[in-house]
């Protein structure tokens, strides 16, 4: 590859499960839900979606406590074995991105796209439209590319502003 820069993206599923569910039951969309399974004895939330998690409802509360503060919680059943068949899907559906993809357990995918931006008109083009892709077909994703595998999925999950670290070849 000579002194071309190895570039990664991550792709990083907000909500996954609960974006899957919505798809299916449209009304959804307007409710505060969660997927909930058994662990241990009682029923933990395994899934949120943004309107539950913005009035203080997170991955692994206890359904009884999320009902204490949200009493219409709506709470579905897990369907076992769905995020890995949905990122397996994904990860297939992504080789027109990349032909490096790879499931990243749980929530997002890791591309190595050294190469491939380019036919995208360049590195912003391309995550828009990785990005735009996925939200219309109604997930909400966060999606970072740098240097490293680690710092991509770093930004995705944690950064604030620019989804995209630029390389510094001086370094």
């Known amino acids: 590859m000579g002194d071309m820069a190895r570039r990664f993206v991550s792709i990083w599923f907000r909500h996954l499960m609960t974006d899957w569910f ?3 039951q449209p009304l959804l969309r307007e409710l ?7 662990s241990h004895g009682r029923m933990v939330i395994i899934a949120v979606n943004a309107l539950a998690e913005q009035q203080g409802i997170y991955t692994g509360m206890a359904v009884a406590d999320a009902r204490a503060i949200i009493p219409s919680l ?11 068949k949905l990122l397996r899907r994904m990860a297939e559906w992504c080789i027109r991105f990349s032909p490096l993809v790879a499931v990243d357990k749980q929530d997002g ?11 995208w008109g360049g590195d912003s083009y391309y995550l828009i439209a990785i990005s735009q892709r996925f939200k219309a077909h109604g ?7 740098a240097d490293t595998i680690g710092c991509a ?3 995705a999950r944690f950064g604030h502003q620019s989804l995209l670290v630029e390389s510094d070849k001086n370094l």
Not at 109 to 119: A, N, Q, S
């Open 32 to 38: 505060p839900f969660v997927i909930s399974a058994p």
């Open 74 to 84: 709506n709470v579905l059943d897990e369907n076992p074995g769905l995020v890995d």
């Open 109 to 119: 995918l890791l591309m190595e796209v050294t190469g491939c931006p380019h036919l």
């Open 153 to 155: 999925w770093a930004i």
């Open 22 to 24: 919505t798809l299916r």
């Open 139 to 145: 997930y909400n994703v966060r999606v970072s590319m």
